[in-house]
């Protein structure tokens, strides 16, 4: 049996790009299938530190490069929308932390007090006095510097379920090898189900399936946008730890290490990236771990992580292809017949990509046509993605 559908966009995967995009084209009026090859959250999304960047992680280097301006207004976009009164209402989302904090160690105050004084980073960033020090840093051990840095840390599983919860109707999961793209016929998806085929017609397509728009463009016959993925070894620890959202500078361009937080079975987990993460690849686990231990024991020596217990996550990041692999400098998106490939590159940027898409859309005159139907009764079940803490099987 053939069942045939209509929809006025098609879009492929459910992380924040694909949530986002789906939402703020519900809200104008478009007919949505939101089609998962997995959980709905995506696989980068859930697995993101949840911190709403406003750009001081990329002045580290002392300057305000591009990838600063280009993600400077990003915060206070979220914080409307956090507030219910921006372009998506993310009132009912979960903010784990205001703001987060940047300490050095000890040998390296005079390289980088001139670094903290700068001009990029002034407006950014307050010194935090000795007697309003949090966990871990109140203590007469930590001789470096701490400051405050006003961006925000969301709780990802919150967002997640904040989006996905207003597309229930328009989201289908289904099995990645049933999911059908063909050249010749570019805007109509074949979707093989048990009980037979549901094709779905639409006037325009969007990618936003992370790594997947590689195999989805190679379906459609196509070779551009070339994608690039940047894996990353996270690391985390659960167990007696406080609550931290902070990044520790080195003398590199990129923290030495980037510490967020969140609960699990009534114990606090440190998920920690940055620097660590990133010259962490190809190496096992076991030395990763230890790699972090040895981190962790320079950077805050008086921290005791004892009674520990520790696991690492592989990701990968997947960008549009840059010159030497490097880091895009903002979000990226590329239309071809009535087809848009995008790639958000940060969480932060979903509002600005959706936007951009939105006004695409607006140019090409693409317009709502078709009503929306439910299409949730075509959808194996959807599982809302786990954060990697909750999926780690081994913990040492
Ligand atoms: C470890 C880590 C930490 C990060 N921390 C931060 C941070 O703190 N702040 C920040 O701003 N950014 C952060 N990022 C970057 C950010 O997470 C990503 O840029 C963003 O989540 C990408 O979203 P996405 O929707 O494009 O991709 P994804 O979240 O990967 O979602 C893609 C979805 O598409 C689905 N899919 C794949 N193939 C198909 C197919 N054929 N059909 C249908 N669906 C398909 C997948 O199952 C998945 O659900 C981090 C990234 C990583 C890896």
Known sequence: MTISVQADITVFGSGIAGLWISSVLRQ?????????????GGIQTIASQGIIH????????????????????????WRSCLSGTGPLD??????????????????????????????????????????????????TKFKGNLYQLDELVLDIPSL?????RRLIEQTITADPAHIGLKPETPHSLTIQQAS?????????????AGAGNKSLLAQLGKTSPAMQ????????????????????????????LT?????????????IGGQLAESGVGISPDVQISRAKDELSATMPWVDTGKTEWATFLAQRAEPKMKNRRRPDSYFLQHDNRITTVWPTKLAFAPRLASDVLSQLDQTNIRPKTTQSDLSIYSLENKLAKPPWETAIQWK
């Open 54 to 77: 406003g750009g001081t992680k990329y002045a580290l280097s002392g300057t305000l490069s591009e990838a600063t301006r280009a993600i400077g207004d990003m915060p206070q976009l």
């Open 259 to 271: 510490i967020t937080s969140a609960k699990h079975r009534q114990q606090n987990i440190w998920y």
């Open 229 to 256: 993925l940047r894996p990353l070894h996270m690391v985390m620890l659960k167990g007696q730890l406080p609550e931290l959202y902070a990044h520790c500078i080195g003398a590199n361009a990129n923290p030495r």
């Open 160 to 164: 997640i379920k904040s989006l996905s």
């Open 28 to 40: 104008k009026g478009f007919s949505v299938a939101l089609i998962e090859s997995a959980s709905v």
């Open 196 to 208: 037979g085929r549901l094709i779905i017609d639409s006037q325009y397509m969007i990618l936003a």
């Open 90 to 139: 993310l009132s009912d989302v979960k903010i784990l932390s205001e703001y987060q904090f940047l300490w050095s160690t000890e040998n390296l105050i005079s390289q980088l007090t001139g670094f903290f004084a700068s001009k990029a980073m002034r407006s950014r960033i307050q010194a935090v006095a000795e007697e309003s020090r949090p966990a871990p840093f109140n203590t």
